[in-house]
């Protein structure tokens, strides 16, 4: 099955490219950008040798969607899909600082939570919490935006501020996007039967000097969702939770010996394991957009891509 691993287009007007760890973002004529979701994985900010078939495809989906579906209460960077692919959207300077917001004591705040941390990003966590037990309210824990790979790092509130990595009133106004976002990702969720648990929101200015949403948005490599039926059940047992995120990803990493240390070597992921991945990407798609997830052809995914990019440029 063919899969996107790297991109190497040369679109009308490109001026440069950016290659993240799952997207690459061309910079056409100093006005646009196209975003192509790769279907590369990434856990533990590593970069998986072998790619997952449409996962590219899924976030991009749902990102569209969900920023559509939000576009009411925060303003967005996106204008067009042109391919399953990849969105286009306004030219953006980013913000660099992830806003990671959390509504549940799970991941990577559980993980400090047991190492005996009750501060994460500046951010008191209660005494007394199971693992995945709801805050009494969701906190914002922002980690500062790694570039190439390199580890996110977690940061507070007044490190960013001291620092000047962000202004103060313009991080007013990305706490308070990220604090509307998570609450309609929340009822979204709720609609579908899920729990949006935690996830992240970047943000960038435009060239007129607007804060948009950019990037994805409420996607399995963002978020972490629960399935709320059994849930509270599942707490009082103190059983694990059914969930829908990437975290299955990261667990089966650490059981096999990697968290993404130095000296630590990535364990061989078979087809099996490729395959189990993808569908539990497209059962995500599924559960959250209420959509059946309909595959696009990937015989030359490739050329797919890059003919329907250039179309849409060369008709703007």
Not at 1 to 28: A, C, L
Not at 221 to 227: A, E, Q
Not at 264 to 272: F, H, L, S, T, Y
Request: include cysteine; charged fraction near 30%; proline fraction near 4%.
């Amino acid at each position: 099955m063919n899969t996107i691993n790297e991109t190497s287009f040369n679109f009308p007007k490109q001026k440069s490219v950016y290659k993240g760890k799952v997207r690459e973002v061309y910079n056409i004529n100093d006005d646009l950008l196209v975003m192509i979701a790769s279907d590369r994985l990434s856990a533990f900010d590593v970069i998986m040798p072998r790619q997952i078939p449409f996962k590219g495809q899924i976030l991009n989906q749902i990102a569209t969607k969900m920023m559509k579906d939000t576009e009411d209460i925060v303003p967005n960077w996106l204008l067009a899909n042109p391919d399953e692919n990849v969105a286009v959207g306004k030219l953006c300077s980013p913000f660099k600082v992830e806003m990671v917001i959390r509504g549940y004591l799970s991941g990577h705040a559980a993980r400090e939570y047991k190492l005996g941390k009750r501060m994460l990003c500046g951010v008191a966590m209660p005494e007394g919490m199971e693992e995945n037990d709801k805050f009494p309210e969701p906190i914002i824990t922002p980690s500062t935006k790694a570039d190439n790979g390199d580890h996110d790092e977690d940061i507070s509130r007044e490190e960013i501020l001291a620092k000047g990595i962000v202004s103060k009133e313009d991080y007013e106004v990305l706490e308070n996007y990220t604090r509307l976002l998570f609450k309609r990702g929340t009822a979204i969720a709720k609609e579908r039967g899920l729990l949006l648990v935690d996830t992240k929101y970047e943000f960038g200015k435009t060239k007129d000097g607007e804060i948009v949403l950019i990037d994805e948005i409420h996607t399995p490599d963002s978020s972490r969702y629960f399935y709320s039926e059994g849930y509270q059940q599942r707490q009082d047992k103190k059983q694990k939770q059914k969930q829908l995120s990437k975290e299955f990803v990261r667990q089966w990493l650490i059981e096999n010996g990697f968290q993404g240390k130095e000296g630590q070597e990535i364990p061989v992921m078979n087809d099996a394991k490729i395959l189990e991945i993808s569908n539990r990407y497209i059962e995500l798609y599924e559960q959250i957009t209420g959509e059946t997830f309909v595959k696009a052809n990937t015989t030359d995914v490739l050329h797919r891509i890059e003919s329907n990019v250039t179309k849409f440029l060369n008709e703007r």
